[in-house]
């Protein structure tokens, strides 16, 4: 049993009462977890104000320095992190050791160099002035991540926040705390100052809630549901503080009969499945032109008839668990749902028989519905499980508006060889990203967030380095 413990001020910090930390692989407790409330919140803050003059006096060139070095240390320690994600969130090893711990270490070693790099705007009026833009650090930042992508999301808002001379309080999710806790460890190792990085484990109407409605607290950097975040909003928005919201997605999947089958085949399940479907850019909405509609629902139902579920210590495993046995019981109601409203399964829908201790893991089969109005409740609204639903569309505009009719706008994928269809799909979509014949290609520079009810903000590159500092202006007449 592992103790996970709050970091404040550069020290370990127990908490009179704890969460169980459930492994959702076999249904068994692995770590108790700090329950934290106003008291943690408040000295966690605290340490995060007294540290960041200091910290941010450093040069740029010795901030990105300790980036380097925590990527190192990361890196070193890659195979343990590893599994204790996959431990943590139930996801295939492979999945954590291919994506989540190696996007973790990149994250820390782009906002290193990315912040060395950085030139913010001069703007030169004729012979009579010059302006020149300074980024100067916002304090102490609230950091709030969801479940399923624990360290890659942790490091994606600390690096920046930190490379910018910012100090942080960051606050996980209760659901998997561990490799919060790692990289707690990590700060200390490579002697981050005091204070600089904090973590404050706990429940997020408890923690979360004493975070960001704390008046030192002078930007929120919140990844999570939608209701979750207008709930930030609120807290914040009155007393003006910057935040940053990266909220839920329904993601379509488009593919005309003009694309290469296979390929976009192959897409819509990665799009589909990856992680159990519980990515927020996870293509769940799969939209396809009617005439080979059926031969796509056919390739994908054989692609996952494939798929290896189950152990998610087993390297050769594809499909891991849900989790929490809660999340997995909101997946079902939506199939049922889906039923409801006439749909029907194509493949999947119901819990696979495993051996041994996973009888007792939140696994769900990955479940296709086809038959289903693309309004309907299941269609639209957020799953974040293994559930695709499918349906025809018959001519670009029909594509477009099925595309825009949820109220979410995160990502999209689009099929087709069509090079000006393309352009002007993406063009078309009102959605933060839009990719062509791929998914989840990354790039660390390029804006990432979304539009309507998917957040406010973006992140990323140049967008990451502005988010996390003010801009102020200097103008000097000649
Ligand atoms: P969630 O909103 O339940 O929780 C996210 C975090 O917020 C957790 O740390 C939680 O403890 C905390 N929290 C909960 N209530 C709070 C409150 N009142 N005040 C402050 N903090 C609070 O989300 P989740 O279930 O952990 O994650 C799944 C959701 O995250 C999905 O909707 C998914 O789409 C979204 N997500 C979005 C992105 C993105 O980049 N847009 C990335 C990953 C996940």
């Known amino acids: 049993m592992r103790e996970i413990r709050n970091f404040i001020a550069g020290e370990w910090k127990s908490t009179a009462s704890s969460i169980d930390d459930v492994s959702p692989a076999t249904g068994e407790v692995v770590a108790w977890v700090p329950r934290s409330?106003?008291?943690?919140?408040?000295?966690?803050?605290?340490?995060?104000?007294?540290?960041?003059?200091?910290?941010?006096?450093?040069?740029?060139?010795?901030?990105?320095?300790?980036?380097?070095?925590?990527?190192?240390?990361?890196?070193?320690?890659?195979?343990?992190?590893?599994?204790?994600?996959?431990?943590?969130?139930?996801?295939?090893?492979?999945?954590?050791?291919?994506?989540?711990?190696?996007?973790?270490?990149?994250?820390?070693?782009?906002?290193?160099?990315?912040?060395?790099?950085?030139?913010?705007?001069?703007?030169?009026?004729?012979?009579?002035?010059?302006?020149?833009?300074?980024?100067?650090?916002?304090?102490?930042?609230?950091?709030?991540?969801?479940?399923?992508?624990?360290?890659?999301?942790?490091?994606?808002?600390?690096?920046?926040?930190?490379?910018?001379?910012?100090?942080?309080?960051?606050?996980?999710?209760?659901?998997?705390?561990?490799?919060?806790?790692a990289l707690a460890d990590i700060v200390r190792d490579v002697g981050l100052p005091p204070g600089v990085f904090n973590v404050v484990h706990g429940y997020g109407a408890e923690a979360g809630d004493a975070l960001v409605r704390h008046r030192d607290v002078k930007l929120v950097s919140f990844t999570g549901g939608t209701q979750t975040g207008a709930k930030v909003a609120e807290a914040t928005a009155a007393s003006f503080r910057k935040t940053s919201l990266e909220l839920g997605g329904k993601n379509p999947t488009i593919v005309f009969a003009d694309a290469d089958r296979a390929k976009a085949i192959?897409?819509?399940?990665?799009?589909?499945?990856?992680?159990?479907?519980?990515?927020?850019?996870c293509g769940s909405r799969v939209l396809v032109e009617q005439s080979i509609h059926d031969e796509v629902v056919e390739g994908m139902t054989r692609r996952l008839a494939k798929m290896r579920i189950g152990d998610p210590?087993?390297?050769?495993?594809?499909?891991?668990?849900?989790?929490?046995?809660?999340?997995?019981?909101?997946?079902?109601?939506?199939?049922?749902?889906?039923?409801?409203?006439?749909?029907?399964?194509?493949?999947?829908?119901?819990?696979?028989?495993?051996?041994?201790?996973?009888?007792?893991?939140?696994?769900?089969?990955?479940?296709?519905?086809?038959?289903?109005?693309?309004?309907?409740?299941?269609?639209?609204?957020?799953?974040?499980?293994?559930?695709?639903?499918?349906?025809?569309?018959?001519?670009?505009?029909?594509?477009?508006?099925?595309?825009?009719?949820?109220?979410?706008?995160?990502?999209?994928?689009?099929?087709?060889?069509?090079?000006?269809?393309?352009?002007?799909?993406?063009?078309?979509?009102?959605?933060?990203?839009v990719w062509v014949n791929t998914w989840m290609m990354r790039d660390l520079r390029v804006p990432f967030g979304g539009m309507k009810d998917s957040g406010l903000g973006r992140e990323g590159g140049v967008y990451s380095l502005e988010t996390f500092s003010e801009a102020r202006n200097v103008c000097v007449a000649l």
């Open 37 to 181: 409330g106003q008291a943690e919140v408040d000295a966690a803050v605290a340490a995060a104000r007294e540290a960041q003059p200091g910290w941010s006096r450093l040069s740029t060139q010795e901030r990105s320095r300790y980036l380097l070095r925590i990527a190192e240390r990361l890196e070193a320690r890659a195979e343990e992190l590893t599994n204790l994600e996959s431990l943590d969130t139930g996801k295939p090893v492979a999945l954590a050791a291919s994506m989540d711990i190696p996007r973790a270490i990149a994250n820390f070693r782009f906002f290193a160099n990315a912040v060395l790099h950085d030139s913010p705007g001069c703007h030169p009026v004729d012979q009579s002035a010059i302006n020149y833009t300074l980024r100067k650090p916002v304090g102490v930042c609230a950091l709030i991540t969801p479940w399923n992508l624990p360290l890659y999301l942790l490091s994606w808002k600390a690096a920046p926040a930190l490379a910018m001379g910012n100090t942080v309080v960051c606050k996980p999710s209760e659901l998997t705390p561990l490799t919060a806790h």
């Open 266 to 281: 192959e897409g819509a399940v990665r799009a589909g499945f990856t992680n159990q479907g519980q990515i927020c850019l």
């Open 313 to 433: 210590k087993d390297p050769s495993t594809q499909l891991g668990a849900l989790v929490s046995a809660a999340h997995r019981e909101k997946v079902e109601g939506y199939i049922k749902l889906a039923l409801e409203e006439g749909g029907k399964i194509a493949h999947g829908g119901g819990r696979p028989r495993l051996p041994g201790p996973l009888a007792n893991g939140f696994f769900l089969e990955p479940t296709i519905i086809t038959g289903l109005s693309s309004k309907a409740r299941a269609a639209t609204e957020e799953i974040f499980g293994p559930v695709v639903t499918v349906h025809p569309f018959d001519d670009d505009a029909r594509a477009i508006s099925m595309a825009n009719e949820v109220r979410y706008g995160l990502a999209a994928s689009v099929w087709t060889r069509d090079l000006s269809r393309a352009h002007r799909v993406a063009a078309a979509i009102d959605s933060g990203m």
